[in-house]
């Protein structure tokens, strides 16, 4: 145990309606800890969760402040909704700060027990500002109503190890483990930029602790930067009541009900209980989606080798729940159990790899070329334990890999490192390189948008050629789906608020597969709607996938099967019957609405935010190169047929892709022009005063920031 | 492995077992806090109660539910979060929840409505299985 550094007591705030109504500041700079009031302001304008973080963010930082100015906060909140218990996916922490990557606010989410935890450990949001010139614990004891900030430099940095210990010091006994959790990052996350944070719980049943990720934009690196080695909140005595809600009795229906519909219906629909997200590794690649060598193409023969039942088989332990909060009954968080280590620092042991879910299979797996499932658990479980964003991680070395194989990079520039597609050896030692704090490893871990610079200015690369292929957006790394031919996906990964991220808007098989949205009217709408829809699981600390990875039996019957009506109500239901208000599924839409354009505005006064930022790279719209457009040629020439009336027959391969390319691009500008004009932006994307109004965020602080750009 | 028994053929639906369990668990006589739950269909009297078949104890998501020593399957009430999860997944539908109750209540076979039954048609049987 180290030295204590500060320590105060303090009597936890009851909770009312899911608010605390307190917020917690700490300052690791000069170890000052402050109560803050909720304020109704916030309640009715931001709501909770991203919003909250947002909104004290927003009062923390300046338009100078960068990522690793002392200045820059992490913010954490749970949302009002979030810890209820009777209803699935219903623990989620949603954390803001000042990208790394970016320049701009992120948010990210992740499950594990941390935020119902610091909730009802009386605290709606968590701010953590300043930095430490040493490593620091910092514990929040919500039954004893006790706060310490301790040395922690005896600790070990990475999480596998440090939450396993922090976990059996604070619980004290093994029946008190399932009360702690613990938010962590790694080795790696000192050394690279897209650093992640891990919010832990324990797992009674597999007797270790498990851990889910608030990945991306490089959480962990802030983490770290500030000498945070961990959080730490402890609180015994969940119920179903601790939200102290406006009527149970009705969150006790909606709940039954669903779980009802979980136990009837998901061995039919996606198998969710059985596998988790990674089960849709083989539907990705049948329909030409599933990111291959750097989303060049949309599947591969080999994919087969990572298919769902082989993780099944072979690796994950099944039959078991598998959540990461109570009364999720989708109980999607995998794991393989006694996986044995091959490479790195922990060769030889056995661990517990929480995973691979989709993200993981793909970019690990398929993007690198990498058809080996001991290799992509592997990396999975490294990325967990350093620290590391796995999906920049992926995207980031599919774009290495791809620069290396076009002799864009070469061995000398790579230490030797042999990084072509395929090579998970390579892409090992590139992960234990960023642990180590050494070598190429280090340069990866700066994320594609400063590679691509690098890679011109000094290795001499082609910059045209690494702008199309580097698939980046506003500085993060695109997540792992191939979407060239969903235009609305294009738009849903690239007109975002933080980057092309799947959690703003997934319309890929709406778009595509199904042909549901045809227009750009329709399209527009879809990237209006699913946003909104979409951030207001953030608002209020709820996970998308219980939203639509299972339907009613009759949703089909549905006007609108897409939006899975029944579940939209059910959350307003559950929202009224948690906080008392009287919201519909519009005022739904409404209250994220505020956030979203707060954060929109946000980025603006960050120097982000216009339309030259929402901007994807071509690999994202179509294809690049001669390989790729000949992989899919008979498509591409049929369209140039059929949307352009050319004769593909008469023309060179160069002219076909300069034209697709023309085409596209164009049609991505026209989908632009729509859904800014759906959200109530300008031709720069910038929120108009009159949205700002219409939607009740004329705040002057936000008018001033807009008025500079009309 | 104790389990509650019905015999349908002698069953007259009085339903005095209903408050028999209401009133030895919850001190009520509220046919909705009972652990079995007569129905009624076309003067064919069916038992909904706990077949003690255990499925509720590996989706539990707090950990709280266990098979005892005689075989019965129990709630930790101390570990039980209140999720209803166990409510939603019971195949037999008797798994049951009131709302004014943190936590679900199922029939631990404990026979206080065998005796209270005027017919005789509850028993438990006791297996080793």
């Known amino acids: ?710 | 492995m104790k389990v509650l028994a019905h015999k349908q053929e002698i069953c007259t639906g009085c339903r005095e077992c209903e408050l028999a369990c209401s009133q030895a668990f919850f001190k009520t006589d509220d046919r909705l806090k009972s652990a079995i739950r007569i129905n009624n269909n076309f003067n064919t009297f069916h038992a909904t109660m706990c077949t003690q078949c255990g499925e509720c104890i590996d989706m539990c998501t707090a950990h709280a539910i266990y098979r005892d020593k005689n075989g019965v399957v129990r709630i930790d009430k101390k570990k039980c979060v209140g999720c209803l999860g166990c409510v939603g997944f019971c195949s037999e539908l008797s798994m049951f929840y009131s709302d004014d109750q943190l936590v679900p209540f199922k029939c631990i076979a404990c026979s206080i409505c065998v005796k209270a039954c005027p017919e005789n048609a509850l028993e438990i049987l006791v297996s080793k299985a």
């Not at chain 1, 009031?37 to 991203?50: C, L």
Request: glycine share 10%; proline share 5%.
């Open chain 1, 1 to 710: 145990m180290g030295k204590i550094l500060k320590q105060i007591r303090y009597t936890p705030a009851k909770i009312e309606r899911g608010y605390s109504n307190k917020s917690l500041y700490i300052n690791v700079g000069d170890l000052r800890i402050e109560e803050k009031e909720v304020t109704e302001f916030m309640k009715e304008k931001f709501v909770g969760g991203k919003g909250f973080d947002l909104w004290y963010l927003w009062n923390a930082v300046t338009p100078e402040t960068r990522w690793d100015s002392p200045e820059n906060e992490i913010v954490m909140s749970v949302g009002p909704l979030g810890g209820i218990t009777q209803y699935s996916g219903t623990g989620k922490t949603l954390v803001c700060a000042i990208s790394p990557l970016t320049g701009i606010p992120i948010d990210s989410n992740a499950g594990g027990y941390f935020g119902p935890l610091l909730k009802f450990a009386g605290w709606d949001a968590l701010e953590l500002q300043g930095k430490a010139e040493k490593d620091l614990i910092i514990f929040i004891d919500g039954n004893e109503g006790l706060i310490s900030i301790e040395e922690g430099e005896e600790y070990p940095e990475d999480t596998h190890l440090l939450a396993e210990e922090l976990t059996a010091r604070f619980a004290g006994s093994e029946e008190d483990k399932v009360h702690v959790s613990v938010v962590s990052s790694g080795s790696a996350a000192r050394h690279v930029l897209m650093g992640m944070l891990n919010f832990s719980f324990y797992d009674p049943r597999r007797k270790t602790v498990r851990v889910k990720q608030a990945a991306r934009g490089g959480l962990g690196t802030i983490l770290r930067d500030k000498h945070i080695k961990a959080l730490v909140v402890k609180f015994k005595g969940i119920k179903p009541n601790l939200n102290n809600p406006a009527d149970i009795a009705a969150i006790n229906r909606i709940g039954v009900k669903y779980h009802k519909e979980m136990h009837d219906l998901d061995e039919k629909q996606n198998g969710m209980r059985k596998i988790g997200t990674a089960n849709t590794i083989l539907v990705m690649n049948k329909y030409d989606l599933l990111p291959t060598r750097n989303f060049q193409t949309g599947g591969d023969p080999d994919a087969v080798k990572i298919s769902p039942e082989v993780f099944i088989n072979q690796y994950l332990t099944q039959g078991l729940h598998d959540g990461c909060w109570y009364g999720c009954t989708m109980s999607c968080a995998k794991a393989a159990d006694h996986f044995k280590l091959l490479t790195g620092p922990y060769a030889g042991q056995c661990v517990t790899v929480d995973g691979p879910e989709y993200e993981c299979a793909a970019g690990l797996g398929s993007n690198l070329g990498i058809f080996d499932p001991q290799a992509i658990l592997e990396q999975n479980f490294y990325c967990d334990t350093y620290g590391i964003d796995l999906i920049s991680y992926a995207t980031t070395v599919a774009f290495i890999m791809e620069c290396y194989e076009r002799e864009q990079i070469r061995p000398e520039h790579t230490g030797g490192l042999d990084l072509r597609f395929g090579n998970a050896t390579a892409s090992l030692e590139l992960l234990h390189q960023m642990s180590r704090g050494e070598g190429f490893g280090v340069l990866a871990g700066l994320g594609i948008r400063r590679l691509k610079q690098v890679f011109v200015e000094r290795f001499g690369a082609d910059p045209k050629l690494l702008e199309d292929i580097g698939m980046e957006n506003k500085g993060l790394e695109y997540s792992e789906y191939l979407h060239k031919e969903s235009l609305a996906q294009q738009g849903g990964f690239a007109l975002t608020n933080k980057g092309p991220q799947h959690d703003e808007a997934w319309l890929i098989f709406m778009d595509m597969v199904n042909n549901q949205i045809p227009t750009f009217e329709d399209k527009a709408y879809a990237l209006y709607y699913y946003p909104m829809f979409r951030t207001w699981f953030g608002l209020c600390g709820l996970c998308k996938l219980p939203w639509n990875d299972i339907v009613p039996a009759d949703n089909y019957k549905t006007d609108t099967p897409a939006k899975v009506p029944e579940h939209v109500q059910n959350y307003v239901d559950i929202f009224n019957a948690v906080t008392g208000k009287k919201i519909d599924q519009d005022e739904l839409i409404r209250q994220s609405e505020r956030v979203y354009n707060f954060q929109r505005v946000f980025n603006i006064r960050m120097g982000s935010g216009l339309r030259k930022h929402d901007k994807a790279p071509y690999r994202s719209l179509g294809p690049v190169t001669a390989e790729e457009y000949l992989s899919r040629q008979e498509r591409y020439d049929k369209q140039l047929r059929e949307l352009q009336g050319l004769d593909p027959a008469v023309m060179s391969l160069d002219e076909k892709i300069a034209a697709t390319r023309a085409y596209r691009e164009k049609q991505f500008e026209l989908l632009t022009d729509a859904v800014y004009k759906r959200r109530g932006w300008t031709e720069d994307g910038v929120p108009t005063p009159e949205h700002l109004k219409e939607i009740g965020m004329d705040l002057p602080m936000l008018l001033e920031v807009v008025e500079k750009h009309l």
